[in-house]
């Protein structure tokens, strides 16, 4: 893989990188590929700062606005990453990444690869090694943000990848949000985000179950939901105190434990039940709490049922799934 430490003397656009300027300047040639909601924030946000953007999307109709604004058009992908020290793929899927990308990998050596499509550790696995193959440096990015919130204070975005291409581009990245390097294995910022998004998902499996049980007692989604979420933020100020105790396998506690909040979440599955509201959502969550208490660990801290979710020893094991470690 070349080097992406930027060396010192001037250059023209369609050189790569490894030929051009420090990092902190405006002479920084950056491609978008992929216009949808995210991507054309993300050129907007770079013509915004002053940056020279090159664009291409499927729908050539929707580069216009930002043409508008001074970018220029790409009429294919390998002339955007021709043009460009950076390039940002931002599209629908990683099919659709590798689909766009192999005919400009005569062009990408020498490049940053920047990929914001979602995706799993696996996808990131099997691109950036043929990323790197083709002479690029590869970045791997989870975008915490919503269009609307890009390079607000709110936003922030978890990298992995090369070290030396997100320190020559941390500039520019942190217009989209804060920018946080995570590590160098390509995978690790995707590995992050399929994590955090699973907490989010759990996150709306208990706000579903609250607003039908809600619903049952005349009281609205919209009345229910402001001490819901003031609450909600209570209890994520608890996760930092769990994850110490799950890093270390210590769960003594002095405040709630297992049998105060087993007994307490039994209590709303029955009220559930009484009210006819499936508790199809909420009843995993019993299940490991029974199996912790019933190996006697009770008295300890709630945060113990990461054993059962493992499942070493615990619920996975007993249905007959293979536990790997
Ligand atoms: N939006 C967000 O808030 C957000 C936040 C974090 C991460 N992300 C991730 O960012 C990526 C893009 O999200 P988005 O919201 O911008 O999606 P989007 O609005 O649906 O845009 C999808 C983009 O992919 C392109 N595309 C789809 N299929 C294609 C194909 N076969 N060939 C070429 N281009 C194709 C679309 O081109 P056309 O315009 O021609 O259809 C469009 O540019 C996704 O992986 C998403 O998970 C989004």
Redesign the pocket.
């Known amino acids: 893989m070349p080097s992406t430490e930027p060396q010192s003397q001037p250059t023209t656009p369609s050189q790569p990188q490894s030929q051009r300027q420090p990092g902190n300047d405006h002479d920084q040639h950056i491609a978008v590929i992929?216009?949808?909601?995210?991507?054309?924030v993300l050129a907007g946000t770079l013509l915004d700062a002053g940056y020279r953007v090159t664009v291409w999307?499927?729908?050539a109709a929707?580069a216009e606005p930002l043409v508008e604004r001074g970018a220029r058009r790409a009429e294919t992908v390998a002339e955007a990453v021709a043009a460009a020290d950076l390039v940002i793929v931002?599209?629908?899927?990683y099919a659709?990444v590798r689909?766009?990308l192999t005919p400009a990998a005569d062009v990408l050596a020498g490049r940053v690869l920047l990929n914001?499509?979602?995706?799993t550790p696996e996808q990131v696995g099997d691109i950036a090694p043929w990323v790197a193959a083709q002479g690029a440096s590869y970045l791997d990015g989870?975008?915490?943000?919503?269009?609307q919130t890009i390079g607000t204070p709110s936003a922030f975005v978890l990298y992995s990848g090369s070290p030396a291409a997100f320190t020559a581009h941390r500039e520019r990245l942190e217009l989209f949000g804060s920018a946080r390097f995570t590590g160098e294995r390509p995978e690790t910022a995707a590995g992050y985000d399929t994590a955090i998004l699973s907490g989010m998902y759990g996150m709306f499996a208990g706000f579903f179950h609250a607003v039908a049980l809600a619903e049952t007692y005349g009281i609205t989604a919209a009345d229910l939901t402001d001490p819901l979420v003031r609450w909600l933020r209570d209890a994520a100020a608890a996760l930092p105190g769990f994850a110490t105790e799950i890093d270390a396998g210590a769960y003594a506690t002095e405040t709630s434990n297992l049998d105060i909040n087993a007994a307490g979440l039994a209590s709303i599955l029955s009220a559930s039940q009484a009210q006819g509201v499936p508790t199809d959502l909420l009843a995993p969550l019993q299940s490991l709490f029974t199996d912790q208490l019933t190996r006697g660990h009770g008295a300890d801290s709630l945060a113990r049922a990461i054993e059962s979710v493992r499942g070493v020893g615990g619920v996975r094991e007993e249905a007959g799934v293979e536990v790997a470690g």
Do not use: H, W
Request: proline share 4%; glycine share 14%.
């Open positions: 992929g216009l949808g909601n995210l991507g054309r999307n499927r729908s929707r931002c599209v629908l899927d659709v689909e766009l914001v499509t979602s995706g989870a975008v915490y943000a919503v269009p």
